[in-house]
């Protein structure tokens, strides 16, 4: 059911909100949104992960498109695009796998791999600290 898999991800969800849009309460109207999508939606009971992000993901840009991120220049995040922001943060702190990015990015898997290459360049420069392209383990 769509209920526990909501209450086991719930602040997974936010966090990678949160981050996208550089603001715990973007994240959390961003998560907002998503969830009562889910209950007008009244989406079958087959739920998973990329489901649940790409919800989440969509809600995000339509909240980035009325108020930009802001992250400072220190923060190796401000210096990606947020559509670059977005899939390291889905490959790196949440373990999602290149397929799984591009599903809830809506993207081919090309496209993927290129925005993880020119994030992998741009945060090269950052310092031994940015581990880009080694993804966490999800649990699960």
């Known amino acids: ?18 981050m996208a849009l550089g603001s ?8 907002h949104s998503a969830l009562v999508q ?4 009244h989406l079958g009971d087959a739920p998973d992960p990329v489901s649940l992000f790409a919800l989440v993901d969509r809600q ?11 992250f400072p220049k220190q923060n190796p995040l401000g210096g990606l695009t947020p559509l670059q922001r977005r899939a390291v943060l889905l490959r790196t702190t949440h ?3 290149e397929a799984e990015i591009g599903e809830i990015l ?3 898997l090309s496209e993927v791999k290129a925005l993880l290459d020119a994030s992998a360049c741009k945060l090269a420069g950052r310092g031994p600290d940015v581990r880009l392209l080694r993804p966490v383990r999800r649990q699960g």
Do not use: H, K, T
């Open 60 to 70: 995000v840009v339509a909240v980035s498109r009325r108020q930009i991120p802001f």
């Open 106 to 108: 809506d993207l081919q």
């Open 24 to 31: 715990a309460e973007r994240g959390d109207l961003a998560v």
């Open 95 to 97: 373990g999602f796998s």
């Open 38 to 41: 889910i209950l007008q939606l």
């Open 1 to 18: 059911m769509w209920a526990d898999i909501i209450s086991e991800s719930v602040q997974v969800v936010r966090a990678y909100a949160a």
